[in-house]
């Protein structure tokens, strides 16, 4: 199972499915993150965390523990 945690920068991947329950996912699924969508990893702060990715033509910077929250292939 790899997460968007472990996506390396430059690289896109699709997502397969959000673990989680209640606000925390409603929140990423807010965001825009939801099951089929691409989401490219821009960048990561130098200290590792938030990484900032692209997802529906908008930038986002998304926690580390919010991205492990996030499967994708």
Known sequence: ???LRDVPI???AKVVKLRGTGAIK??????GITRGVEIYV?????????IEIK????????????AELVEVE
Do not use: F
């Open 55 to 66: 997802v529906r033509g908008y930038e986002l910077s998304l926690r580390k523990a919010d």
């Open 42 to 50: 821009r960048k990561v702060a130098p200290l590792g965390d938030p």
């Open 26 to 31: 409603r929140r990423i699924m807010d965001m």
């Open 10 to 12: 430059g690289e896109t």
């Open 1 to 3: 199972m790899k997460t």
